[in-house]
């Protein structure tokens, strides 16, 4: 069973509006947090990550937002770029199982001019 | 520029054969990953390998095994290719001790079993 989900499997948005992606987990043991680009024929490109630590990280356009008592996440795009539209992939760990990232199914941005 | 490199971006096999996907990193990495990548079900880990010679199950070993012979190569192996192994297959690496687990890519190999 996934533990980690993304519900969404696609998600339009306008250029210059913001794009928020939602991830949602099961396993309590989870304490690091990734999110992953990818562009087609392309590997998978890291973007950012959060630590459970934390409940805000923020790289330029992009903010993700940890709320663990919910065991959900989020990242913001702001603003949405033409350049954005591609797969992202939320990813998390636990401590206890290095090595083994946990990835959900993906959303799949177009962002329209 | 660094990169993960995989031998084939598409691959057509008979179920049956055995398949090798070979993977070369040039970062010096001593983490290596392969991951499948499905519809509806993201990445999932096959095997991974932390030293040369070393490897350790992923979520979804069966039907699949590996070789770390050199630091720098990971190969993924299919004893018997069946056609629920038709996938994309993603290598990639990460250096020791990383702590953020941050992974790097290969470009990807689409494996059709027929």
């Known amino acids: 069973d996934q533990q980690v989900k993304q519900n969404s499997p696609s998600l339009s948005v306008q250029e210059g509006r913001i794009s928020i992606l939602n991830c949602d987990y099961t396993?309590?043991?989870?304490?690091?947090f990734l999110w992953y680009k990818k562009y087609p024929a392309e590997g998978p490109t890291f973007l950012i990550s959060?630590?459970?630590?934390?409940d805000k990280n923020e790289d330029g356009r992009f903010t993700v937002f940890l709320n663990k008592s919910a065991k959900h996440l989020s990242l913001h795009i702001v603003p949405s770029q033409p350049g954005d539209s591609a797969v992202y992939f939320c990813?998390?760990?636990?401590?206890?199982?290095?090595?083994?990232?946990?990835f959900g199914a993906g959303t799949q941005v177009v962002v329209t001019p | 520029d660094v990169k993960v490199t995989q031998s084939s971006r598409y691959l057509v096999k008979r179920t049956g054969e055995k398949v090798f996907l070979e993977c070369v990193q040039d970062?010096?990495?001593?983490?290596m990953f392969w991951y499948r990548q499905d519809p509806g079900l993201g990445l999932r880990l096959i095997y991974f390998?932390?030293?040369?010679?070393?490897?350790e199950k992923g979520d979804i070993p069966e039907g699949y095994s590996v070789s770390r012979e050199k630091k720098e190569r990971f190969s993924l192996i299919l004893e018997s290719a069946s056609t629920n192994q038709t996938s994309m297959y993603l290598c990639?690496?990460?250096?020791?001790?990383?702590?953020?687990?941050?992974?790097?890519f290969g470009s990807g190999t689409q494996l059709s079993v027929l």
């Open positions: 396993n309590s043991m989870f304490d690091y």
């Open positions: 959060i630590s459970s630590i934390k």
């Open positions: 390998s932390y030293d040369v010679k070393m490897k």
């Open positions: 990813a998390a760990s636990a401590f206890d199982s290095w090595g083994k990232l946990q």
């Open positions: 990639a690496s990460s250096p020791q001790g990383g702590s953020d687990e941050k992974l790097f």
């Open positions: 970062m010096d990495h001593e983490n």
